[in-house]
């Protein structure tokens, strides 16, 4: 399969960047009072702040504390070792592609 490869590392960078918006909402979390519409903070928003509406829906806060954003890190996390990891089913599918050629 000669695109294999091109989706591994689209598949790989996409949850990476992915995780990484998570990572930094959880930091942003941190700082209520930093004004998220200016600068590249948007950036980060957008793409996390509907699937967080719709998990927040299904976790309560702990304590007061919205734990989505560390359930979406954990989550895209295995999503990214069972896919793209050493043992993941597309990086098997490429070295058992790679034997056969």
């Not at 930093?34 to 998990?55: K, R």
């Not at 304590?63 to 793209?84: A, F, M, N, Q």
Request: glycine fraction near 8%; charge should be positive.
């Amino acid at each position: 399969m000669k695109g294999l490869p091109t989706m591994h590392l689209l598949v790989g960078l996409f949850l990476g960047l992915w995780t990484f918006a998570f990572l930094v909402r959880i930091i942003l979390s941190w700082y209520p009072q930093v004004n998220h519409s200016n600068g590249l903070w948007p950036l980060v928003i957008w793409p996390t702040e509907s699937i967080l509406t719709i998990s927040r829906r299904v976790v309560a806060p702990i304590g007061g504390v919205d734990v989505t954003p560390v359930i979406w890190v954990g989550l895209l996390s295995l999503l990214r070792e069972l896919s793209v990891g050493p043992q993941g089913l597309l990086s098997q599918m490429m070295l058992k592609s790679q034997a056969l050629s």
